[in-house]
């Protein structure tokens, strides 16, 4: 599958502090790719550096498959962004917010329209922007990011502080956009939303990646040995995830109703808890 961005040795400091420290990652055409850690690990200067916003110390970075140095404007057309800055004019409304850009980039209005209905906002089109709620201006600055279907759309925290509604209407925004070809890097600290969005994620640490993988396959390859079994009875029991442990299960279990049995599979968060000895939050 072709490389889409790619980073490789990039490390970055910020008056001789290390923010990253020899960073490499790739992420291929067609993925969600999560970018995972808490506040302070690195996220946001990665999205920085890949929209060049900052310049590396040391390492090179790809993007379409060219030095992000030499990256022409017509490529950087290819890509949306989101991040915590991603300001509105507040005394214009919803609609005149997305025409600033769109005439920016040559989008017509009809455009618009399409993307005002994608994130539930086309009957709130002639709403001021300051009239509307934290849920509903970070839809919009989604719609103002995928106006122009970008190939290659970056997200930092999209859903940082919403509301569980509006969380699941970003997330299946998201999914949408990505079934028609926008590849997305995605920084969050939201373990949760990693795992059911994201085709890979990378943990990041004090500025470097101490895993990456598949989310089912880091779960299970921290995944403990053991199997638990509840019984209708109330009771647990717990085997070694083998031969011997299921043997073991059945003469344990007698007579007594099986309700549930399942291996033990950390989730992301404890993945990351294992790895780093730090919580998310």
Not at 31 to 57: H, M, W, Y
Not at 98 to 118: M, N, T
């Amino acid at each position: 599958m072709e490389k889409l961005l790619e980073m490789e040795g990039v490390s970055l400091s910020f008056d001789k502090k290390p923010a990253l420290a020899d960073l490499s990652f790739q992420v291929k055409r067609g993925e969600v790719f999560g970018f995972l850690g808490p506040s302070g690990a690195g996220k946001t200067t990665t999205i920085k550096l890949l929209t060049r916003q900052l310049r590396a110390d040391a390492g090179f970075i790809q993007v379409f498959g060219e030095d992000i140095g030499a990256l022409s404007q017509s490529a950087f057309d290819r890509i949306g962004v989101l991040t915590d800055n991603s300001g509105l004019y507040e005394r214009l409304s919803v609609f005149e917010n997305l025409k600033v850009f769109a005439d920016l980039k040559g989008i017509p209005s009809s455009a618009i329209y399409e993307v005002l209905e994608r994130v539930g906002l086309k009957d709130d089109s002639k709403k001021s922007c300051k009239t509307l709620s934290k849920g509903m201006k970070q839809r919009l600055i989604l719609a103002r990011a995928v106006l122009h279907k970008p190939e290659l759309l970056f997200l930092d925290e999209p859903t940082a502080a919403l509301d569980p509604a509006t969380t699941q209407e970003i997330h299946r925004l998201l999914r949408d956009l990505n079934r028609e070809g926008t590849t997305i890097f995605l920084t969050t600290h939201n373990m949760e939303e990693a795992d059911k969005l994201c085709h890979w994620v990378a943990f990041l640490h004090h500025g470097h990646i101490v895993e990456g993988g598949p989310p089912q396959e880091l779960k299970l390859k921290y995944a403990k040995e053991q199997i638990v079994a509840r019984t209708a009875e109330g009771r647990t029991i717990t085997v070694e995830k083998s031969a011997a442990g299921l043997s073991d299960l059945l003469t344990q279990l007698g007579q007594e109703k099986l309700l549930t049995l399942h291996s033990s599979e950390p989730n992301l968060e404890e993945i990351f808890l294992h790895l780093t000895g730090r919580e998310l939050s």
